[in-house]
């Protein structure tokens, strides 16, 4: 499997709150994304990175900033949790050597109050 | 925009295969993956085909790809409990620096005894 964590694993917070989460990778991928999952919405895209300090939005960016200062480290903050951003969140992970293949952490499952 | 469309559930004995479907809309699309998610984890990459690739067999997994009607299956043989997940259909509408996928929304495969 390849090496790839999420922290915190479950997060309930109250609305107006910031929150952090971190994906970490012992892979030294380049590429990196966020992506949240809902019922009826499969999966979408937040943010992804494409090196240290290089990110782009994707397509449900609003409410969310990133930043890798690490090529191991991608962080995804919620500035002010909103019950719309309940949600299953995944980092992935994949390299420009491989055909894109994208690979995924356990996912964190966030509860905004 | 792009789109990937795939029906939402599947219901088959065990025993039986199982024929999970995908359309997409990108005519350039390079790489076709499908991905498994089972409950409570993340995704897992089951296999990819080449757009120059019309089949790819693995073990008891078959991908067949129509790029002419942009239709891609997952066929799985002798369909086993363990087999019952959630199916993803992603493709990468273009090589080079554009790393995002495009996703399906799943389907749903339910094994009955």
């Known amino acids: 499997d390849a090496g790839i964590t999420q922290s915190p694993r479950h997060k309930v917070t109250e609305t107006g709150t910031p929150v952090t989460l971190r994906c970490h990778q012992t892979?030294?991928?380049?590429?990196m994304y966020w992506y949240r999952q809902d019922p009826g919405h499969g999966l979408r895209l937040i943010h992804y990175?494409?090196?240290?300090?290089?990110?782009d939005k994707g397509e449900v960016s609003d409410g969310y900033s990133v930043s890798r200062s690490k090529t191991e480290d991608f962080l995804l903050t919620l500035e002010s949790a909103t019950s719309s951003q309940t949600s299953v969140y995944f980092c992935?992970?994949?390299?420009?050597?491989?055909?894109?293949?994208?690979?995924f952490g356990p996912g964190t499952r966030l509860t905004v109050l | 925009g792009e789109d990937v469309e795939q029906s939402l559930f599947l219901s088959v004995r065990e025993g039986d295969s199982s024929v999970i479907n995908c359309t997409y809309t990108?005519?350039?699309?390079?790489?076709l993956y499908w991905y498994k998610q089972e409950p409570g984890a993340g995704l897992q990459l089951l296999t990819y085909?080449?757009?120059n690739m019309d089949m790819k067999q693995d073990q008891r997994l078959t991908v067949l790809l129509n790029k002419k009607d942009k239709h891609l299956s997952l066929r799985i043989a002798d369909t086993q409990t363990g087999d019952s997940a959630i199916y993803f259909c992603?493709?990468?509408?273009?090589?080079?620096?554009?790393?995002?996928?495009?996703w399906g929304l799943g389907t749903s495969l339910a094994v009955n005894p």
């Open positions: 992935a992970i994949s390299s420009p050597l491989a055909a894109q293949e994208q690979f």
């Open positions: 892979e030294n991928h380049r590429y």
């Open positions: 990175s494409y090196g240290v300090k290089d990110t």
């Open positions: 990108d005519s350039s699309s390079t790489y």
């Open positions: 085909i080449f757009s």
């Open positions: 992603a493709v990468w509408p273009n090589a080079g620096n554009n790393r995002k996928l495009i």
